[in-house]
Structure formats: C-alpha cells, structure tokens
C-alpha cells in the first residue's frame, strides 16, 4: 500500500494477457499493454 491506498500488481489483473475490461458504474472500461509495455485505459 502506497498512502495507504491499496496497489495490485498489474500482472495479478491480467493474468498473463494484454487486456482486460473494468466495468464501472456500468460502463465497460479496457485497460490494455501497449508494444511499449506501458497501460492504457479506454472507455
């Protein structure tokens, strides 16, 4: 915990893929690893 705000790894979320999809307050959210290895999250 940074803060006191929780961390999670982002290879615990994507479980050895590239993306997954957040839902939130019912909208769908992709969080992906770019070719750079870095995230990206869209709606």
């Known amino acids: 915990m940074e803060g006191g705000?929780?961390?999670?790894?982002?290879r615990t979320l994507l479980k050895g893929?590239?993306?997954?999809?957040?839902r939130?307050?019912?909208?769908?959210?992709?969080?992906?690893v770019t070719r750079q290895n870095r995230l990206i999250l869209n709606k």
């Open 17 to 22: 893929g590239k993306e997954l999809v957040i």
């Open 24 to 32: 939130h307050a019912g909208e769908n959210y992709r969080l992906r």
């Open 5 to 10: 705000v929780p961390a999670i790894d982002s």
